[in-house]
């Protein structure tokens, strides 16, 4: 008697064992060795499994073998495994791993003709989950995510930044600590026998500019990352703009070579976001998701309206937007626990929770890039720009218009002017306009915000009407820094939602709403800020004692000046009105012509017609 059998075999692990099962990390797949005795060689074939797909039988599910039986299939998972399907617990670190058992069944023949059938069972994971965070965070916050996630079968596990004290205490060190946890849980799961290339990462603060570094650098080995969920991380560095956080700064003083690299426009930053205009600067077989948080409440302020600051107390939203990734923004959240703020803090919000386990589970695709562009368009007498805001070189501009770098300065000298231009795909949507002997520095910015530095001088800040646009979040500082980037603090600043509002540097700051009403904040010498509303049509004087005065705004001002009028929008003739106007014409002109040859030829006019 001759033994009838078909076998199926899973691929080898390095280790000798075998794979039971493969995880839906997007790369990975499983090889399934087939070997048939006793078999008539065209009659094997394979269902086609109820998860993910096979790779290698041809159209009518039939196994092509060789002459001695053998055959390799490949099995492909699903891009996400939906919790349902997550029925089997293999013994994880902490907590199980749940896998889908997949059957995979074979027909085939005997050389007598009988039915037979061999069943082999995948089992499919998903990625392990890594989730790091930084010193502003809260790990009993990221610990109730982990409960969270583990009720939705995601296997999490944490990986904290800047704990373990390194030689230089870079973020190129601390993303080199996340490449050897990222490589211990792949090692991890495959002791478990799933075969596995990649996992998901959910990284905090400065825990995102580390888990971008690893995901990123070096580009011939970045660390195997499918899914990166930033949260509240800053993107383009941190600068006095944002009124560093007591906690922060203390923890700048301890990290000499972190704080370098987290100032704005650092070098290290500038390596990371190279190529943010053409998307570059992301890792392509990397999905990206931006979790951004807005505070209620201003530092020392009070309550002043929902999303009424542009930034969750640490983060910036447009230090914290990234070209080309999606932003999921939420309202009413801090940064931290660690933020004496009365918002819900952001790793503790079950509506942030939920979001970053929907993006785990079913990923985020590429957006498009910002189509935003900022053009000096005009200018006169003495005009100069710095094309990074650090670097101090300043250039004479003697032509118009010029292209602008997303971070730049301007500055004008005696009876000189200059205005600057943002615009979209659709069109202009704000002006920047600065008067003689002025300054401005504009730094990080996102689509929705444009964030402007009063260096001296006055400048107007221009919402154009009925334009779909971003808004200007302005700042002045009381004076140059002494010590770290991160000492200084700016003294006042002002957000404009849709507005026109002129600022002016001197003796007192001088602050006018030409249209709609602005959020003006104001710092005192210890740091502590008060925020208040200035509606249309007001001025608000605030002197260096901290004293301040409101007034009617004047009649008129060195913005009315004939230079500042913006072109009048050209007229359009609508398609439908000029195709009707040219029917119309082309009738009357038929009709004319038709008159004068009965004229000519002594014709009587028809009734209804008048004689030519």
């Not at 370098?260 to 070098?267: I, P, V």
């Not at 009738?587 to 030829?601: D, K, L, M």
Request: hydrophobic residues 40%; negative net charge.
């Amino acid at each position: 008697l001759q033994r009838v059998e078909l076998v199926v075999a899973p691929e080898s692990r390095t280790d000798g064992g075998r794979y039971a099962g493969v995880a839906a990390d997007g790369v990975s797949a499983l090889a399934l060795s087939i070997s048939a005795r006793g078999v008539r060689l065209d009659s094997i074939s394979v269902q086609t499994p109820k998860l993910g797909s096979l790779r290698g039988p041809t159209a009518d599910r039939s196994v092509p073998v060789d002459a001695e039986g053998h055959a390799t299939l490949t099995y492909v998972p699903p891009a996400d495994v939906g919790a349902e399907a997550l029925s089997r617990p293999l013994d994880g670190e902490t907590a199980p791993v749940w896998a889908a058992p997949v059957p995979i069944t074979f027909e085939y023949r005997d050389r007598d003709g009988n039915p037979g059938s061999a069943t082999a069972l995948v089992l499919v994971s998903r990625p392990p989950v890594v989730v790091s965070y930084a010193f502003a965070a809260d790990q009993a916050a990221w610990t109730a995510f982990a409960e969270y996630a583990r009720n939705a079968k995601l296997d999490v596990a944490f990986a904290p930044a800047f704990v373990a004290p390194t030689a230089t205490g870079s973020f190129e060190e601390q993303a080199e600590a996340l490449r050897r946890t990222i490589s211990d849980r792949v090692r991890s799961y495959s002791l478990l026998g799933i075969k596995i290339s990649r996992v998901d990462v959910v990284a905090q603060g400065l825990a995102g500019l580390v888990a971008r570094y690893a995901a990123e650098e070096p580009l011939d080995a970045p660390a195997p990352v499918r899914r990166l969920v930033l949260v509240a991380t800053p993107n383009h560095g941190v600068s006095w703009l944002e009124r560093p956080h007591p906690s922060l700064t203390s923890w700048l003083d301890q990290h000499p070579v972190a704080a370098k690299e987290l100032a704005e426009d650092s070098e290290f930053l500038r390596h990371l976001n190279a190529g943010e205009a053409t998307g570059t600067h992301l890792n392509p077989d990397v999905q990206y998701a931006n979790v951004v948080g807005r505070r209620t409440e201003l530092q020392a302020g009070g309550d002043i309206g929902l999303g009424a600051a542009e930034d969750d107390g640490l983060v910036s939203t447009a230090s914290a937007h990234l070209n080309g990734v999606a932003d999921f923004l939420f309202d009413g959240v801090r940064h931290s626990e660690a933020l004496p703020l009365r918002d819900m803090a952001m790793a503790s919000f079950t509506d942030v929770q939920a979001k970053i386990a929907d993006l785990l589970l079913h990923g985020v695709p590429r957006v498009d890039l910002d189509d935003t562009r900022l053009e000096l368009r005009k200018g006169g007498g003495a005009v100069e720009i710095s094309p990074q805001v650090w670097a101090g070189d300043w250039t004479a501009v003697t032509q118009f218009p010029v292209s602008l770098r997303p971070t730049f300065g301007v500055r004008t000298g005696k009876a000189g002017y200059a205005a600057v231009g943002v615009y979209t795909s659709q069109g202009q949507w704000g002006t920047l306009g600065l008067d003689e002997d002025s300054a401005v520095i504009v730094h990080a910015s996102s689509p929705n915000v444009l964030r402007i530095q009063l260096v001296a001088g006055r400048a107007r800040f221009r919402r154009l009407p009925g334009t779909a646009g971003g808004d200007f979040d302005v700042v002045l500082t009381a004076g140059p820094a002494s010590g770290p980037w991160y000492a200084a603090r700016p003294s006042i600043r002002v957000l404009g939602r849709d507005a026109d509002f002129v600022v002016s540097t001197g003796e007192a700051v001088t602050v006018s709403a030409l249209d709609a009403r602005l959020l003006v904040e104001t710092s005192d010498a210890s740091g502590a800020s008060a925020a208040r509303w200035l509606n249309e049509d007001r001025v608000l004087r605030v002197r260096s004692s901290g004293s301040s005065e409101e007034e009617a705004l004047p009649g008129g001002g060195w913005w009315t000046k004939s230079v500042w009028r913006e072109p009048g929008q050209p007229f359009r003739f609508p398609l439908w009105m000029l195709a009707v106007t040219l029917v119309g014409l082309g009738a009357a002109a038929i009709y004319h012509r038709q008159a004068s040859r009965r004229a000519s030829a002594g014709e009587r006019p028809k009734p209804g017609e008048k004689a030519g």
